[in-house]
Nanobody, 116 residues
Framework: QVQLVESGGGLVQPGGSLRLSCATT??????????LGWYRQAPGKERELVGF??????TYVDSVKGRFTISRDNGRNAVYLQMNSLKPEDTAVYYC?????????WGQGTQVTVSS
């Protein structure tokens, strides 16, 4: 069983930055092959995919392109979400998601609030 531990959320003013981290509790040399994604869910809305990285490919939803960056550290079995130029509409609970083979694991979620 793989557990994901998230950190890095908080309250930030519009235009600010935050970096979210997500690490597995059990390391694997196969981590480099995993599909790693970040989702978010705002109050009253469905969970949406923010972006993902798999192999050499990284993709983002249009609303965060140019502002958010996903990176991974295969040695540490971790994935990160760097969020810059944050807007109030980025306020949500953010979840990391790890998939490999038929397995699908979620982080516990971390709250990001963008407000002045």
């Amino acid at each position: 069983q793989v557990q994901l531990v998230e950190s890095g959320g908080g309250l930030v003013q519009p235009g600010g930055s935050l970096r979210l981290s997500c690490a597995t509790t059990r390391t694997s040399f196969l981590f480099r092959l995993y599909w790693l994604g970040w989702y978010r869910q705002a109050p009253g809305k469905e969970r949406e995919l923010v972006g993902f990285t798999s192999g050499s490919n990284t993709t983002y939803v249009d609303s965060v392109k140019g502002r958010f960056t996903i990176s991974r550290d295969n040695g540490r079995n971790a994935v990160y979400l760097q969020m810059n130029s944050l807007k109030p509409e980025d306020t949500a609970v953010y979840y990391c998601n790890v998939r490999f083979s038929s397995n699908n694991y979620w982080g516990q979620g971390t709250q990001v609030t963008v407000s002045s």
